[in-house]
């Protein structure tokens, strides 16, 4: 088995851009037609910028919540006043960091919510459904080269009890999330109860190598070699509250 990953050169995504034809577009400039059961990972940044997911802070007005929280951690109200906005839960609080329950079912920090990227002075909020977005970019590149892709939205997350961010699936169109191996036999037979693969977020974690953190302006990736299929969710890879172990 061979996977092989490249960044595909993109031009800058503005606010209202069909995101669909900027990736075809891109993806024929390049010489790179997408195959059947490849897979195609965008950074949720371009996916919500698209989508007009961009908020100026100086029109954003702190609630009392946000004012409390912010003197609790020490950040600024109005990024607060978001976080709280697209959150569910705050799950832990401490000077510099706010970790909540993301509307979306993911544990983050900071709501998803990210300054990097977004522009002076302005904050860039997860889409609204990132599946659905996943889907229509499918459907876009099925319409415009012929095949069925998955495509792949890609978020960088911390870990409980580890350092650093990876990055991880927030959306998903085209392919299972997980691949369940439990009832199988390793090496030496015996039989495995417990293995279920992540694998939406290990194809994340591989984009993101490429796509960077900083300003390396690869924002799509194209996968090829996993005969990708299924009709999984990203949800699929949010652990429901009453099986978290460390709450």
Known sequence: MEIWIRAVPTPRVRPGDDLGAWACAALGDAGLPPQEGDVLVVAHKVVSVAEGRVVRLDHVRPSERALRLAAEVGRDPRLLELVLQESVEVVRARPGLVITRHRLGFVCANG?????????????????????????????????????????????????HREG????????????????????????????????????????????????????????????????????????LVRPPERDLFR
């Open 112 to 160: 998803g919510v990210d300054r990097s990227n977004a522009g002076p002075g302005c904050a860039v909020l997860l889409p609204v459904d990132p599946d659905a977005s996943a889907r229509r970019l499918r459907e876009a590149v099925r319409g415009r080269f012929g095949c069925a892709v998955a495509v792949l939205v890609a978020d960088t997350h911390g870990r409980a």
């Open 165 to 236: 961010a990876v990055g991880v699936c927030v959306g998903l169109a085209g392919m299972d999330a997980l691949r369940d191996h439990r009832g199988r036999s390793d090496l030496y037979g015996y039989v495995l109860t417990s293995s279920v693969e992540a694998v939406a977020d290990e194809v994340a974690a591989a984009a993101t190598l490429l796509m960077g953190q900083a300003d390396e302006g690869r924002p799509l990736v194209l996968v090829r070699g996993l005969r990708a299929r299924g009709d999984g969710s990203a949800g699929d």
